[in-house]
């Protein structure tokens, strides 16, 4: 499983991060190991600028702001379907995740395009 959201959340950055070998995170606060960061610019190489909100409002106000300077956001599932709909999200590449196979069945019908 760790593998998969590495590989995930790579695929998730955008090319620009990838170039520059910094990618920024926008996330919820108390969502991730205290040692989660040092080990992914271990396992990666890259630098990862970690910022967190507490609030829904708060991240769909800089999304629609435009130009967040975020390569990975975690919104709730709820506002994203929202923010998907006003178009403040890259589409990925699925090509370029064939561990997708190994998801969830039921969370990759709910997110999966009709």
Excluded: H
């Amino acid at each position: 499983m760790k593998k998969l959201s590495l590989a995930l959340f790579l695929a998730s950055c955008s090319t620009a991060a990838l170039a520059s070998g910094t990618v920024n995170i926008y996330n919820w606060s108390d969502y991730i190991a205290e040692d989660t960061i040092a080990k992914f610019e271990a396992a990666t190489g890259m630098k990862a600028n970690y910022d967190v909100f507490d609030t829904n409002e708060l991240l769909e106000a800089k999304l629609l702001a435009g130009s967040s300077g975020y390569d990975v956001v975690v919104p709730t599932g709820n506002f994203l379907e929202r923010q998907i709909q006003a178009g403040v999200f890259q589409k990925l590449d699925r090509s370029k995740l064939p561990n997708l196979v190994n998801m969830d069945a039921d969370i990759m019908k709910i997110v999966t395009p009709a």
